[in-house]
């Protein structure tokens, strides 16, 4: 078995794997990061969202081997211990989560919005979010939670 | 305490562990030496399963163990039970055929179970069942509900001749018939209320597990009522006293009724850990999701509205045939009836109603509740049917809904199906629904949208729903196998902090913040000390868990009855320690007060004394530590109005939703946020329903032609609008918080307002959900041509 070696949040780490291992696999079942969802098998819900060298890529559509020497982040490594990120911070206080289920990924691609676009609009959100799903809110809440956790990363 | 309390916008306390990624889902979880399961399914609606050869695939790499229907039938496995009976118009219970975990001799629809590879790894598992040989005979497909019946149509079900699950009624028939004679007008509707596909985002996963120390199993599973699972999976499937189970449902990934039931997975991963001697874990890809995850809706109805030269409602009548699918899910059957034809009053004082509903069998995937669980096609077949006697009447929409409103002082209302409806105040939610669309304003946007060349349209939804089930006497004799009380149990540490226990489970609605505010409220703890303990048989008390919006109309009842029996005791301490009489005690917020005095005690000191007993009053029991049962007296009924305005481009057919105004009554609201937050949730799904989603089986093969995210279409942040939300209070009467229940709402009141909008855009009668962009195409060529 071929051995992948990357860098995940900041750490320098190095598994074998089956050559068709899914980086959202080696992520989950070798590293322990499940904060990183698996909800579907079609590249369509974004719940996989991770960044691979600064930008947001479903981790499910890339083999673990393609991110041989990137760096990752995934969602476990944007607290900094019991504080939250600005976008995390941005979630909560506007009830932009509830099974929390899609929430790494919308947290993840959010950021990614961010750098491209510092003060999206409500309809840039919308059609950054296109590849995120989720189920429970209706949208509403994360957009208001994007936006302001944008305006939050600005100051 | 009122920033903490009843009534406010507590952020949650659940959020920090979903944001950071440390959440715990049920595929999250893996268990030492763990093996892998992968189900091999049916390629084919309907086929005779002749021979299963395993014999190369048994010896394929990784292999555990490989299992079929005949161990299920040599280890004396049980059917998966359907929980209500529901009896016909003869009195006669339902047609109730076998539902085997795994396909005995005949698979029903595409996706059911044929085997099970247990394997050391999820791709040996996934590669061994490619090596599965199975040879089947098939046989002709049925997946239209309303071609079920007819003579020739292919029979599911020995058991069940012409596909019939049941032909129920409910009503007086002999009144409706005269109400129609006596009318003036008379509206009918023919509509399908469209089959839909949960796909809550979290896919459905089990691990089962088997301890022969204790010989005991543990499931985890992704359940929405892990009690009620343990309860079918221990006495119906596999023959397990209820001790010897435990089920864990940790975090849960949203639910929307597909996860209250128990499947064929999670029964067969944990019976066969005990065979196989190894944790076993499933979790689903997206496609078997989309195939036997159970479904929703799919009822095709006819209906039709009497009324006199006022637009008055004299009468009402349904003729309904609901698909089961293949086989009876764990509530199937209840779902079209009394989850249905018994909110057929809605929101007005219609006398006579009649409705019969034939539930059928056919080769697709089972149907059960989805988030409204009948009660949303009711509320379709009754504001699409209004709004079109409206428009027939030439009488504003509004208006007639209003003329024929339950008046509040009429409550409580009997209405002629069954139900007692508690409270509301119908024409005040109206009121501020009309007030936040500006509904007088509609004409002049409708003018400025035809100036862009784009078509406008307003709708509207006046709903009610039955919440909170339920009074177990009642369900009970309507056929529920299964009480529908809940659990609450208060547990007070030495120290002052606290855990609540509750028989219900969140799987996103936030109980872990919104119970630990009624309880920091009542007790005047400070919510950082309260935890909320739910999701595992092993940890709280025997409880019936979430669906139907009951969690804080039941299960927060049980936990405000925990708090007063808290209370109650801590004024017995309070009265020893204040050297006081009891009666002289009173409690507010946590304090303990000598009437007329300033001498107290607060909760923190209460509950030290009760478990440091030195000083304690004479035969008291030590500890502050309290469980409640709470059975409601009746349902709650939310009630509410929604109004949707589109925007059609004739050019393309896409309906774009550009206004929505939401006015829900709720009764009493403990946390605004979340409130709001399921509101947005619900109209997301409703309006998902209306424009986008769809479940499809070709009609010839039965095969899913919308298996995945990219044929059936999910509502994405694109597709919606932002909402406007208003709120009205009529507090529920009959339970302790005054709560009725929030989680359906959206989901019910959002299709009507809905397509009544793109009916009055497009100036037509009637046109089916989903109003995609093909079909409002066809419609606008059509109309176009009519025009000529
Ligand atoms: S799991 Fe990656 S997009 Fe759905
Ligand atoms: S919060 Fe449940 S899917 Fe988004």
């Given at each position: 078995m071929p051995t992948v070696s990357m860098t995940v949040n900041g750490k320098a780490v190095s598994a074998e794997v089956e050559a068709r291992t899914l980086l959202v696999q080696f992520l989950r079942d070798k590293l322990s990061l499940t904060g990183t969802h698996v909800g579907c098998d079609t590249s369509q819900c974004g719940a996989c969202v991770v960044h691979v060298d600064g930008k947001s890529v479903k981790s499910c559509t890339m083999l673990a081997a393609q991110a041989e020497g990137a760096k990752v982040a995934t969602i476990e490594g944007l607290a900094n211990g019991t504080e939250m990120h600005p976008m995390q911070a941005a979630f909560k206080e506007h009830h932009g989560l509830q099974c929390g289920f899609c929430t790494p990924g919308m947290v993840m691609s959010a950021l990614d919005l961010v750098k491209h676009n510092p003060s999206p609009s409500e309809h840039d959100v919308r059609e950054w979010l296109e590849g995120n799903i989720c189920r429970c809110t209706g949208y509403h809440n994360i957009v208001k939670a994007i936006t302001a956790g944008a305006a939050a990363m600005r100051r | 305490m009122a920033d903490t309390g009843i009534g406010a916008s507590v952020r949650r306390k659940e959020d920090f562990r979903f944001l950071t990624g440390r959440g715990t889902y049920t595929d999250d979880i893996n268990r030492p030496n763990q093996a892998h399961a992968y189900f091999l399914r049916s390629p084919h609606a309907h086929a005779k399963i002749k021979s299963i050869d395993v014999a190369a695939a048994k010896k394929a790499p990784g292999v555990v163990s490989i299992l079929t229907g005949a161990d299920i039938v040599a280890d004396k496995v049980g059917s998966l039970i359907c929980g209500w009976v529901v009896k016909d118009k003869q009195g006669n219970p339902h047609k109730a055929p076998a539902h085997p975990p795994l396909a005995k001799d005949t698979v029903r629809y595409v996706g059911d179970h044929v085997a099970v590879v247990i394997a050391e790894t999820l791709p040996q598992a996934r590669d061994a069942a490619e090596l599965i040989k199975v040879d089947y005979q098939v046989l002709p497909a049925v997946v239209d509900p309303a071609r079920a019946l007819d003579p020739g149509a292919a029979q599911v079900h020995a058991e069940a001749p012409k596909n019939l699950c049941y032909d129920w009624e409910i009503g007086d028939k002999a009144a409706t018939e005269a109400a129609f004679k006596s009318a003036h007008h008379v509206t009918k509707l023919d509509l399908i209320n469209n089959r839909l596909i949960p796909n809550a985002m979290e896919p459905r996963a089990a691990i089962?597990?088997?301890?022969?120390?204790?010989e005991s199993y543990t499931c985890y599973s992704t359940s929405q009522n892990p009690h009620v699972l343990r309860l079918i999976l221990?006495?119906?499937?596999?023959?397990?006293?209820?001790?010897?189970?435990?089920?864990?449902?940790?975090?849960?990934?949203?639910?929307?009724?597909s996860k209250i039931y128990c499947y064929a997975e999670e029964t067969v991963c944990t019976w066969a850990a005990r065979k196989v001697g190894r944790p076993v874990k499933w979790t689903a890809e997206r496609g078997e999701s989309f195939l036997s995850d159970a479904h929703g809706r799919d009822h095709v109805t006819h209906a039709e509205l009497a009324m006199d030269k006022d637009g008055k409602f004299l009468g009402l009548k349904v003729d309904t045939i609901a698909n089961m699918g293949s086989y009876l899910s764990t509530f199937a059957t209840c779902v079209p009836t009394y989850l249905y034809a018994t909110l057929l009053a809605g929101q007005y004082t219609t006398p006579a109603i009649y409705c019969e509903v034939k539930a059928v069998f056919t080769t697709t995937a089972p149907v059960d509740a989805y988030r409204g669980a009948g009660r949303p096609e009711a509320a379709y077949l009754i504001e699409r049917l209004v709004e079109t006697a409206a428009r027939e009447l030439k009488i504003d929409p509004a208006e007639l809904r209003r003329r024929n409103f339950i008046k509040p002082h009429q409550f409580p209302y009997q209405t002629p199906v069954a139900l007692q409806y508690d409270s509301g105040n119908y024409e005040r939610t109206l009121d501020e629904a009309l007030k936040l669309i500006d509904?007088?304003?509609?004409?002049?946007?409708?003018?400025?949208?035809?100036?862009?060349?784009?078509?406008?349209?307003i709708g509207l939804s006046a709903y009610v729903e039955a919440?909170?089930?339920?009074?177990?006497?009642?369900?009970?004799?309507?056929?529920?196998?299964?009480?529908?009380?809940?659990?609450?149990?208060?547990?007070?540490?030495?120290?002052?902090?606290?855990?609540?226990?509750?028989?219900?489970?969140?799987?996103?609605?936030?109980?872990?913040?919104?119970?630990?505010?009624?309880?920091?409220?009542?007790?005047?703890?400070?919510?950082?000390?309260?935890?909320?303990?739910?999701?595992?048989?092993?940890?709280?008390?025997?409880?019936?868990?979430?669906?139907?919006?009951?969690?804080?109309?039941?299960?927060?009842?049980?936990?405000?009855?925990?708090?007063?029996?808290?209370?109650?005791?801590?004024?017995?301490?309070?009265?020893?320690?204040l050297e006081a009489a009891e009666q002289d005690i009173e409690h507010a917020h946590g304090v303990f007060k000598v009437k007329g005095t300033d001498k107290q005690k607060t909760i923190g000191e209460i509950a030290f004394a009760a478990y440091v007993p030195h000083n304690y009053p004479a035969g008291l029991e030590p500890g502050l530590d309290e469980t409640a049962f709470y059975d409601p007296a009746n349902f709650t009924y939310p009630a509410g109005v929604h109004i949707?305005?589109?925007?059609?481009?004739?050019?393309?057919?896409?309906?774009?939703?550009?206004?929505?105004?939401?006015?829900?009554?709720?009764?009493t609201v403990i946390n605004p946020m979340v409130v709001e937050g399921q509101v947005h949730g619900g109209i997301a799904q409703g309006i998902g329903q209306a424009l986008l989603e769809n479940a499809v089986y070709d009609k010839e093969t039965g095969q899913l032609l919308t298996g995945s995210f990219m044929d059936y279409c999910m509502p994405r942040a694109d597709d919606l609008p932002s909402f406007k939300i208003g709120m009205t209070h009529t507090p529920c009467p009959h339970n302790p918080l005054g709560v009725k229940g929030c989680g359906e709402a959206g989901a019910i009141a959002a299709p009507p307002a809905l397509m009544n909008a793109v009916t009055d855009?497009?100036?037509?009668?009637?046109m089916e959900m989903p109003a995609s962009p093909a079909r409002v195409w066809q419609v606008l060529q059509k109309t176009a041509k009519a025009a000529e």
């Amino acid at each position: 078995m071929p051995t992948v070696s990357m860098t995940v949040n900041g750490k320098a780490v190095s598994a074998e794997v089956e050559a068709r291992t899914l980086l959202v696999q080696f992520l989950r079942d070798k590293l322990s990061l499940t904060g990183t969802h698996v909800g579907c098998d079609t590249s369509q819900c974004g719940a996989c969202v991770v960044h691979v060298d600064g930008k947001s890529v479903k981790s499910c559509t890339m083999l673990a081997a393609q991110a041989e020497g990137a760096k990752v982040a995934t969602i476990e490594g944007l607290a900094n211990g019991t504080e939250m990120h600005p976008m995390q911070a941005a979630f909560k206080e506007h009830h932009g989560l509830q099974c929390g289920f899609c929430t790494p990924g919308m947290v993840m691609s959010a950021l990614d919005l961010v750098k491209h676009n510092p003060s999206p609009s409500e309809h840039d959100v919308r059609e950054w979010l296109e590849g995120n799903i989720c189920r429970c809110t209706g949208y509403h809440n994360i957009v208001k939670a994007i936006t302001a956790g944008a305006a939050a990363m600005r100051r | 305490m009122a920033d903490t309390g009843i009534g406010a916008s507590v952020r949650r306390k659940e959020d920090f562990r979903f944001l950071t990624g440390r959440g715990t889902y049920t595929d999250d979880i893996n268990r030492p030496n763990q093996a892998h399961a992968y189900f091999l399914r049916s390629p084919h609606a309907h086929a005779k399963i002749k021979s299963i050869d395993v014999a190369a695939a048994k010896k394929a790499p990784g292999v555990v163990s490989i299992l079929t229907g005949a161990d299920i039938v040599a280890d004396k496995v049980g059917s998966l039970i359907c929980g209500w009976v529901v009896k016909d118009k003869q009195g006669n219970p339902h047609k109730a055929p076998a539902h085997p975990p795994l396909a005995k001799d005949t698979v029903r629809y595409v996706g059911d179970h044929v085997a099970v590879v247990i394997a050391e790894t999820l791709p040996q598992a996934r590669d061994a069942a490619e090596l599965i040989k199975v040879d089947y005979q098939v046989l002709p497909a049925v997946v239209d509900p309303a071609r079920a019946l007819d003579p020739g149509a292919a029979q599911v079900h020995a058991e069940a001749p012409k596909n019939l699950c049941y032909d129920w009624e409910i009503g007086d028939k002999a009144a409706t018939e005269a109400a129609f004679k006596s009318a003036h007008h008379v509206t009918k509707l023919d509509l399908i209320n469209n089959r839909l596909i949960p796909n809550a985002m979290e896919p459905r996963a089990a691990i089962g597990e088997y301890d022969p120390a204790y010989e005991s199993y543990t499931c985890y599973s992704t359940s929405q009522n892990p009690h009620v699972l343990r309860l079918i999976l221990c006495a119906f499937v596999l023959g397990v006293p209820e001790h010897k189970m435990r089920v864990v449902a940790p975090d849960v990934g949203g639910g929307f009724g597909s996860k209250i039931y128990c499947y064929a997975e999670e029964t067969v991963c944990t019976w066969a850990a005990r065979k196989v001697g190894r944790p076993v874990k499933w979790t689903a890809e997206r496609g078997e999701s989309f195939l036997s995850d159970a479904h929703g809706r799919d009822h095709v109805t006819h209906a039709e509205l009497a009324m006199d030269k006022d637009g008055k409602f004299l009468g009402l009548k349904v003729d309904t045939i609901a698909n089961m699918g293949s086989y009876l899910s764990t509530f199937a059957t209840c779902v079209p009836t009394y989850l249905y034809a018994t909110l057929l009053a809605g929101q007005y004082t219609t006398p006579a109603i009649y409705c019969e509903v034939k539930a059928v069998f056919t080769t697709t995937a089972p149907v059960d509740a989805y988030r409204g669980a009948g009660r949303p096609e009711a509320a379709y077949l009754i504001e699409r049917l209004v709004e079109t006697a409206a428009r027939e009447l030439k009488i504003d929409p509004a208006e007639l809904r209003r003329r024929n409103f339950i008046k509040p002082h009429q409550f409580p209302y009997q209405t002629p199906v069954a139900l007692q409806y508690d409270s509301g105040n119908y024409e005040r939610t109206l009121d501020e629904a009309l007030k936040l669309i500006d509904y007088k304003g509609f004409p002049a946007r409708k003018a400025e949208s035809a100036k862009r060349g784009k078509l406008r349209g307003i709708g509207l939804s006046a709903y009610v729903e039955a919440c909170g089930i339920a009074p177990s006497a009642v369900v009970g004799s309507l056929g529920a196998g299964v009480g529908l009380w809940e659990s609450g149990h208060i547990r007070f540490d030495p120290t002052g902090s606290v855990r609540i226990f509750t028989g219900s489970h969140s799987h996103g609605q936030g109980h872990e913040t919104t119970n630990a505010q009624i309880v920091s409220d009542l007790l005047g703890v400070p919510i950082d000390k309260i935890e909320v303990v739910h999701g595992d048989t092993d940890r709280v008390p025997f409880g019936m868990g979430t669906y139907g919006s009951r969690s804080a109309a039941v299960g927060g009842s049980a936990i405000f009855k925990a708090a007063d029996k808290i209370i109650a005791k801590g004024k017995k301490i309070a009265a020893h320690l204040l050297e006081a009489a009891e009666q002289d005690i009173e409690h507010a917020h946590g304090v303990f007060k000598v009437k007329g005095t300033d001498k107290q005690k607060t909760i923190g000191e209460i509950a030290f004394a009760a478990y440091v007993p030195h000083n304690y009053p004479a035969g008291l029991e030590p500890g502050l530590d309290e469980t409640a049962f709470y059975d409601p007296a009746n349902f709650t009924y939310p009630a509410g109005v929604h109004i949707g305005e589109v925007e059609i481009d004739r050019d393309t057919g896409v309906v774009t939703v550009v206004n929505w105004a939401a006015v829900d009554d709720f009764g009493t609201v403990i946390n605004p946020m979340v409130v709001e937050g399921q509101v947005h949730g619900g109209i997301a799904q409703g309006i998902g329903q209306a424009l986008l989603e769809n479940a499809v089986y070709d009609k010839e093969t039965g095969q899913l032609l919308t298996g995945s995210f990219m044929d059936y279409c999910m509502p994405r942040a694109d597709d919606l609008p932002s909402f406007k939300i208003g709120m009205t209070h009529t507090p529920c009467p009959h339970n302790p918080l005054g709560v009725k229940g929030c989680g359906e709402a959206g989901a019910i009141a959002a299709p009507p307002a809905l397509m009544n909008a793109v009916t009055d855009a497009l100036g037509v009668r009637h046109m089916e959900m989903p109003a995609s962009p093909a079909r409002v195409w066809q419609v606008l060529q059509k109309t176009a041509k009519a025009a000529e």
